[in-house]
Each structure stands twice: as structure tokens, then as C-alpha cells.
């Protein structure tokens, strides 16, 4: 089983209704994140969460929002969702200590027409 | 703040010829950076780290990195690229007080047989 697991792996919507993505991980990681990676562009940072208690923004949130329901899952939100939010999206978890790297699940490929 | 620059976005080589991907970062204080790879249709997986000590580092799959901080780059090379090795390349740069790397745009390495 993956590390890192992200549900559902593709989904396509239309504009206007409320999407959710959700993560998972068995790495006993306390941070975790969401990125968004469009081509050209590399990978974006939407939201952060270093621990349950703790959500940040990223570079990118607008549009966006999450939850950390527990150390293990960080779901991610578009309450709205519109045709410029098409993109792959990736969750990634790394530990605590400093300089460590991150680990991804496999993405979701999200069409909004 | 920091910033990563990937110099070229697309690389093609024929397979068994060597390959380098460059990567110019630029940061006002110590950095630790990693190259990452992405396989179609999967989240990134680390490839190498460079977080102090030697300035040659290998990774997996017969790549290795020098980081040269006189010229703030950390390129990525393999003497001699196999098929399989078709992927998109990030290269992160993290340090200072942010636990947070900072992705390139990404380099899309493309073997032809």
C-alpha cells in the first residue's frame, strides 16, 4: 500500500460545484501539504498544516480550503469550483525535523468544465 | 527568500549518451536542496539531497549532483541515460527559517532510442 494515499485519482466536474480531494497517509508524518502542479509552472503551494492544530496558506489559496481532521489526513477543498482550477493536485507529507524531504502520493487529475 | 531557476525546460538525448539538467538556485542563507523525478501518471519521488558535507552527492538510480555554491547551482547528471529515465525533473530548494522547499519549473527529460 501506499504511503501516501489520494482519493478519488481522477475526477471531472462542472463549474460550480463543491469538490473535495482527500489524502491520507500511513507515514506517521505531522506535516502535511497541498500543491497544484500545472504545466510549465511546476508545483504550487496551496496549503500547509505542520500539525492538527495548524493550517497555513500557501501561495496560492484563493479559491481553496482545507481541513486536518487528524495527524493522517488532510483533505482539500473548492467550494466553487471553476475551469481555471483544472489542474493535477498532489498531497505530500514530511517529518517534523528540518531539511527533511517530502513525500507524494500519486495525484489527482481534476477537470472542472 | 529563495528561488529555483531550471534552466531548460525540455532536454532530449538519445539513450546511453550522458545527460545534465541544470538547476540555479538563489538564497540569502544556508540551503539544502534535492532533485526530484516524476514518472507518468505518479507523484515526485526523491532522487537526491544535498544537505551538508560532500558537494558530489549520488542518488538513486545512477544519478548524482554537485552542489557549487560559488556559482549557486546544483545540476543533476548521469553519464549515460536509459529509456526508462524519460521523466519530469524538479529541482527544491529549502533553508533559513522556512521548512518549506521551493520547486523549479521542471525539466522534462525525453531518451529517444
Known sequence: ?113 | AQSVTQLDSQVPVFEEAPVELRCNYSSSVSVYLFWYVQYPNQGLQLLLKYLSGSTLVKGINGFEAEFNKSQTSFHLRKPSVHISDTAEYFCAVGGGGSYIPTFGRGTSLIVHP
Open chain 1, 1 to 113: 500500500d501506499a504511503d501516501v494515499t489520494q482519493t478519488p485519482r481522477n475526477r471531472i466536474t462542472k463549474t460550480g460545484k463543491r469538490i473535495m480531494l482527500e489524502c491520507s497517509q500511513t507515514k506517521g508524518h505531522d506535516r502535511m501539504y497541498w500543491y497544484r502542479q500545472d504545466p510549465g509552472l511546476g508545483l504550487r503551494l496551496i496549503y500547509y498544516s505542520f500539525d492538527v492544530k495548524d493550517i497555513n496558506k500557501g501561495e496560492i489559496s484563493d479559491g481553496y480550503s482545507v481541513s486536518r481532521q487528524a495527524q493522517a489526513k488532510f483533505s482539500l477543498s473548492l467550494e466553487s469550483a471553476i475551469p481555471n482550477q483544472t489542474a493535477l493536485y498532489f498531497c505530500a507529507t514530511s517529518d517534523r525535523t528540518r531539511n527533511q524531504p517530502q513525500h507524494f502520493g500519486d495525484g489527482t487529475r481534476l477537470s472542472i468544465l
